[in-house]
């Protein structure tokens, strides 16, 4: 990487005093409040803060392209000495793709579905008249092979829904590419990924970006992944900058109460304890095999989880996580093998299970959002398990949905006759924990709770967990693909790939070497704060020919 | 490919099934109409035993299910029977206006499909314009009236008022295809004034839906014209829920033209089958029904198809 010093191109891109609104209720609100933002020709700028801190809004104002809803009301943008602002829309068009290109974070929606991945490349080079259809073509295969793609004489030809998420993105990075453009946007491109998977796009794009010296702006909400892709660093909360420094400066020494904050975010960690085997165990799961039809994602799978107890489970998507979590909760009956809690053998089929056998396991899901009924109160939502599973009404009811809105730290009073719709993600979240608490459950199976959370509200979350771990006595199985909230919580990790599980032990001992080769991978993979980390990484790994990351990314 | 061609075996296996039960229901309504044919037929003059005596001759004194099969048998042979009002084959009486009716759905579709989705995506584009807004009220508007009222209002101005088209569509076997056009001009008007709503709507609805997706703006960013990215990017994605309106409104043209055809006296199925109920010319109504059933089927089954050529995870699997 260079550092902002060496690029002395010139200035690229200036945008002053940038100010864009958003319409909400029939009212314009302002979203971005007057940022400067700067790049030099080949810098690479990070834009960091959580969601809602207005960082793609800004990455598209540099191309002055405002999403419907929101318009671009105050500031100068200047791109190469050529104001956007007093350019004809036109005008404009023919810079966008050309001149300056945007990287989404969902590839598999930002590629049209109806046209092959080769067809959408070329598009832009031909309509703009860059270069003609077989020159395109034959670029097209030039940058999928510098971008490490698989087969890259053929895989063009294959329709977007025929490659993996890793695969598409990189696609996506080459497309953006077809121009040779002077600045690309990326926006957040490996938030969707695998942490395996994510490294190797992340090395790619940081790679690619330097053969061809391209300015970029790097809109990301994880700083460990800023840290390796970015010269310079900004961090943003409400629409406006709280800091801005080159990476080394920013990662060692920020200076505002926010940033320092959004860098300890993961600093929380429980105290790991090591439970007594000896016992029966509550939830125990007896050589399972599961499969959806004639595929089996679960293959011969054992373990246990003991009373008070943490048991984080982690793997790439399609490694059958979740499908354990339905085996347990009996919405996919076992093949083969059984459930048991406290001794007791459970029947696979959940409606074949009694009222109190079901009240013991609670979920808690990955998008709050989806997970409770919109058109429901707070009230309803935390009412309705206490009638059914403890027959509570009337007085009794309702002082237990306060208690309950006290545990999960909700003013009882305030929140309790609102709508899911006025209350943040974070908040939304606690009311799924606290629907899950009210059966009085001895085991919750919290499946990807945090990952659609700002960092710092995801620590919130997990802080409440635990409290309420500690003060109940409950065991938790803790299903996610992010292992730093794997060091935060549990005490004991399974490694899952391919549905079976490849490690299992206490956490430290499973953050220690030696390690499965995959779990080495996968621990490996974590981005690191230190700026240095990803060269680092794959200079060791050039050397020692890990093995690929197996969802073949 | 061979995938495609599975499905498409199987739909059409589905739609021979069903048209089978569309016969069987047929049958069954028919078998349902209060009067007896004979006694309708002879009309004062009958008697006892002229009355049976035609019963036999016609097969009516058989059981039901033994007529079924019989007509069925010869349905499948192309024999459709003869008319009981007249005594002519029915194959040769239908085959004229089937002709003429699918003429007619025909000429309304060359109007009203391009006029519907060309509106459609204008409106999509233009969304919440004035040119949206009035192009909702006049499709609504024509789509609420009745459809005789539309023709009548039609033949007011057009035939009375100005005198550009005549009231009266006659046409025959022989009538040149320009004074074809000439004569359906106005019941073909009609249909379309009867159809575009639809259409106009559902093409609206799905650009719009489109045009929301990230691939769009994906587009956009990549300075893609507009018109680029109707023709390229929307329409390919928009096809699946298009079609299948337009199919079901094509049928519609040819299925629902009943009234259309008797207020322009126009020689088409629908005016046969309103003729042949009068005369309870059974054999005749039978016929007519299973053709409207088969083409509606069939539409159907076309709009199927269309939509999975149009989807390429079908179309091209992992």
């Not at chain 1, 020709?41 to 959580?50: F, M, Q, S």
């Not at chain 1, 009085?440 to 979350?461: K, M, R, W, Y």
Request: proline letters at 4%; a negative charge.
């Amino acid at each position: 990487m260079t550092s902002s010093a060496e690029n002395d191109g010139g200035l690229l891109l200036e945008m002053r005093g940038l100010r864009i609104e958003g319409q909400a209720d029939e009212e314009w609100q302002e979203i971005v409040k007057g940022v400067d933002v700067v790049l030099n020709r080949g810098e690479v700028l990070g834009l960091i803060g959580e969601s809602g801190a207005g960082k793609s809004t800004i990455g598209l104002a540099a191309m002055a392209f405002a999403r419907p809803g929101c318009r671009i009301s105050g500031g100068s943008i200047v791109f190469d000495g050529m104001d956007l602002m007093a350019m004809s829309e036109r005008e404009r068009r023919k810079l966008r793709g050309v001149r300056i290109s945007y990287v989404a974070q969902s590839a598999a929606a930002s590629f049209n579905p109806a046209h092959k991945l080769i067809d959408q490349f070329a598009e832009g080079p031909v309509e703009h008249g860059v270069r003609n259809r077989a020159e395109a073509e034959a670029d097209a295969k030039d940058l999928y092979k510098r971008l490490l793609l698989p087969d890259p004489d053929n895989i063009g030809y294959r329709y977007p829904h025929q490659v993996s998420g890793g695969q598409l993105q990189r696609a996506m990075t080459a497309m953006a590419m077809a121009c040779r453009p002077d600045l690309i946007i990326f926006d957040e491109p490996t938030t969707a990924l695998d942490v395996t998977t994510q490294i190797e796009v992340l090395a790619t794009i940081r790679n690619i970006v330097e053969q061809f010296n391209t300015a970029a702006i790097y809109i990301t909400h994880d700083l460990a992944v800023v840290a390796q892709m970015a010269d310079r660093i900004m961090v943003l909360r409400y629409g406006e900058l709280v800091e801005e420094n080159d990476t080394a400066n920013m990662m060692s020494a920020p200076q505002e109460d926010y940033t320092k904050t959004l860098w300890a975010v993961r600093t929380f960690k429980k105290q790991s304890e090591i439970y007594d085997t000896s016992t029966t165990p509550l939830v125990a799961v007896d050589h399972v095999t599961a499969a959806y039809g004639p595929l089996t994602v679960l293959h011969d799978i054992s373990f246990d989880i003991y009373e008070g107890q943490t048991v984080a489970v982690v793997g790439e998507s399609g490694s059958g996580k979740s499908t354990a979590a339905r085996v347990i909760t009996g919405l996919l009956p076992p093949k083969q093998g059984q459930v048991l809690v406290k001794g007791e053998a459970l029947p696979g089929d959940y409606r074949r299970r009694s009222k109190e056998q079901l009240r013991h396991a609670q979920m808690i899901y990955q998008m709050a959002d989806t997970a409770i009924n919109p058109k429901q109160r707070i009230r309803e939502i935390i009412g309705r398990p206490l009638q059914f599973y403890l027959g509570l009404s009337g007085r009794d009811l309702e002082e237990k949905i306060k208690e309950l809105l006290e545990m999960i730290e909700l003013e009882p009073n305030q929140f309790i006759d609102r709508f899911p719709g006025e209350l943040s993600g974070g908040q939304k979240q606690r009311i799924c924990i606290a629907r899950a608490m009210a059966a009085e459950p001895e085991f919750i199976i919290c499946d990807e709770v945090t990952s659609a959370l700002d960092q710092i509200v995801a620590e919130g979350i997990l802080r409440l967990l635990d409290r309420l771990q500690r003060e109940l006595g409950l065991s938790y199985m803790f299903i996610t693909h992010d292992l730093a909230t794997v060091r935060a919580i549990a005490d004991e990790v399974i490694v899952m790939l391919q549905g079976k599980i490849v490690e299992h032990g206490p956490k430290d001992e499973m953050f220690t070497p030696p390690h499965h080769e995959y779990t080495d991978l996968l621990l490996s993979s974590v981005p690191e704060m230190d700026p240095n980390w990803l060269d680092e990484l794959m200079e060791r790994r050039a050397q020692e020919g890990v093995m690929q990351s197996t969802s073949s990314s | 490919m061979f995938k495609l061609l599975k499905i498409v075996l199987q739909r059409l296996g589905l739609g021979v099934l069903v048209l089978f039960i569309i016969s069987v229901i047929i049958a069954g309504a028919v078998e349902l109409l209060p009067g007896d044919l004979c006694q309708e037929l002879q009309g004062q003059s009958a008697t006892k035993e002229t009355v049976a005596a035609c019963r036999k001759e016609l097969g009516l004194d058989k059981p039901v299910y033994h007529r079924y099969f019989v007509w069925l048998g010869n349905m499948l042979k192309g024999d459709f029977g003869v008319s009981l009002a007249n005594g002519r084959q029915i194959s040769e009486l239908i085959g004229d206006r089937t002709a003429n009716t699918f003429f007619l759905a025909i000429y309304a579709a060359i109007i009203s499909v391009p006029l519907a989705v060309a509106l459609g995506i204008l409106a999509a584009l233009h969304r919440n314009s004035i040119y949206d807004r009035v192009v909702n009220i006049v499709t609504l508007s024509s789509i609420s009236f009745p459809e005789f009222f539309v023709a009548y209002i039609l033949i007011i101005f057009f035939s009375v008022n100005l005198g550009w088209f005549p009231s009266l569509s006659n046409i025959t076997p022989d009538t040149p295809l320009t004074e074809k056009m000439y004569k359906a001009f106005l019941p073909a008007l009609t249909l379309t004034l009867v159809v575009v709503a639809h259409m106009m709507r559902m093409t609206r609805a799905s650009i719009i839906n489109l045009l929301a997706s990230p691939y769009i703006e994906m587009a956009n960013l990549k300075g893609m014209t507009r018109r680029h990215i109707i023709t390229k990017h929307a329409l390919p994605n928009a096809w699946a829920p298009i079609v299948n309106v337009i199919v079901i409104n094509l049928a519609y043209l040819i299925v629902g033209v009943v009234v259309v055809e008797v207020v322009f006296v126009y020689p088409g199925l629908g005016q046969l089958i309103v003729d042949s109920v009068a005369k309870r010319d059974i054999p005749v109504v039978q016929a007519c029904c299973v053709i409207f059933a088969a083409t509606y089927i069939i539409l159907n089954l076309t709009a199927d198809i269309l939509s999975i050529i149009t989807n390429p995870r079908l179309l091209h699997p992992r």
